[in-house]
């Protein structure tokens, strides 16, 4: 009977994180450079499955297994020289007030009061560190180059990469951390100027991860 009720309790607890996630990603809908996380857990199938012959001794469901849905939003003309987005396989490296490194594809830049280029309150990193502009009138070509109006090279905004499956980690709504030991890689990616990257919760896909929520809510 314990054993039962600890089952029950478990499997609630997974349809909680579940649901967590699901109205995370609705509520990033609109979120430049959002990518939405999905679950995966152990079904009552293959849990039955592996305990039919030993039914003394029912498994417990496991944890959720997270997973990060790297895949491109559609990109939004905007017309803001301060907006870019990253075509293909790359981040743009900041750096967060901690000092430590993260990555972004949330590319709607400003400049802070010390003139330093930033993503919300994180330095963007160029090849020698932050970047320091004197005005928000620049010219950004495909490699990340910037330009200022007298067509100076002011700075170069660092596009990385990494293996995939990509060893990051969410450390906010928009921003990944590296795991210990990953290692960044040139990447090829393009940077298209007074665009942004739209989260990658589509239209459609909200209307999946609507039904998914009323799934979840029936199995809780």
Known sequence: MRQSLVIAAKAMDVAQQRMSFVANNLANINTPGY???TAYSTSFQDVV???ISDLQSPE???DLIQSIDYSAGNYKYTGDKMNIGIDGDGFIKVQMPSGEAAYTRKGILSLNANKQLVIGNNLVLGENGPITLTSTDVAIDSRGIIHNI???RVG???ITTFNQPYPLEKAGETLFVAKD???EL???AEVRQQYLEESNVSSLSSMVEMITMMEIMRSY
């Open 186 to 188: 040139p990447s090829t």
């Open 156 to 158: 170069t905004l660092k």
């Open 49 to 51: 499955s592996r305990t």
């Open 150 to 152: 007298a067509g100076d």
């Open 181 to 183: 030991g990953s290692v």
């Open 60 to 62: 417990i469901p496991r």
């Open 35 to 37: 990518k939405k996380d």
